[in-house]
């Protein structure tokens, strides 16, 4: 008995180095982990420090591509971005915020191209119909109801008049309000229709003051069309063609937007 005691003794006492042994292994392990990853993230920040601070990453070109509308230097002067800072200076996203101000922009994509280079790619909207404002001047919009610009000069586009946006909010950059933008959608698929069938005759104005009344204005024909809402659109725009053909030069008014169709001459 005495002796099956002993020899448990001896046994635990056996174990006792052994377990020490592996604390103190883990724990080496441990500190030596530490070690690492603090000697890491002293790399990693005198890195930083140097790509920040290093004249070998300073921006030597800046190149802007995909511009039509506007020279490359008033986008770079929106960029704010200058020959000679930090090519890690900037956040990318700051850079397509300033760039955006400008409403004829789509999209931007800014590039690093290291060590010294930026290359900022533009995607421009193009004017598709001019908005007539109450000042005389014209708003032009793209087919999303972006406002690209105001100006006085009338484009050779097709005038929406009967606007509800506000005037107030008629800003560069801006769109037009949800009831605007769901008539646009409207005037789309009617300039649509009207390319469709090869009519000669431009096209000079849109009433979309009420949605189930839109009214077309042929300046050269002098003729106007009350087209009602844009069901059977496409039986109403070959009629239309029919009349403009047949009664050429000849001003007056043609309804589509009752149940019997006819022209009006004035």
């Known amino acids: 008995m005495q002796k099956n005691s002993r020899d448990k003794h001896r046994t635990k006492q056996n174990k006792n180095p052994k377990i020490e042994k592996e604390k103190r292994i883990k724990k080496y392990k441990i500190i030596k982990l530490i070690i690492k990853l603090f000697i890491f993230i002293a790399l990693l920040t005198g890195l930083v420090v140097y790509a920040f601070t290093s004249p070998i990453f300073n921006i030597s070109e800046i190149n802007i591509l995909g511009n039509e509308k506007f020279e490359k230097e008033e986008y770079l002067n929106l960029s704010q971005l200058n020959i000679g800072e930090n090519i890690f200076n900037f956040r990318k996203s700051t850079v397509i915020s300033n760039i955006k101000t400008n409403g004829y922009v789509e999209s931007v994509k800014v590039k690093r191209k290291l060590p010294t280079k930026i290359e900022i790619i533009i995607e421009e909207r193009t004017p598709t119909f001019l908005v007539a404002l109450e000042d005389g001047t014209f708003a032009y919009i793209n087919n999303q109801g972006y406002i690209l610009e105001k100006s ?115």
Do not use: H, W
Request: charged share 30%; proline share 3%.
């Open 152 to 266: 006085e000069i009338k484009l050779p586009l097709a005038i929406i008049t009967g606007i509800s946006t506000k005037t107030e909010n008629i800003i560069e950059g801006n769109r037009l309000e949800n009831d605007d933008l769901e008539k646009l959608q409207n005037v789309i698929q009617i300039k649509d229709s009207i390319n469709n069938i090869e009519i000669s005759e431009d096209l000079s104005k849109i009433d979309i003051t009420s949605k189930s009344n839109y009214i077309l204005t042929f300046e050269q024909e002098a003729k106007e069309v009350y087209l009602g809402d844009v069901s059977n659109l496409s039986s109403k725009i070959l009629y239309m063609k029919c009349v403009l053909e047949e009664q050429k030069e000849i001003p007056g008014i043609i309804y589509l937007n009752q149940e019997q169709v006819y022209f009006s001459p004035k």
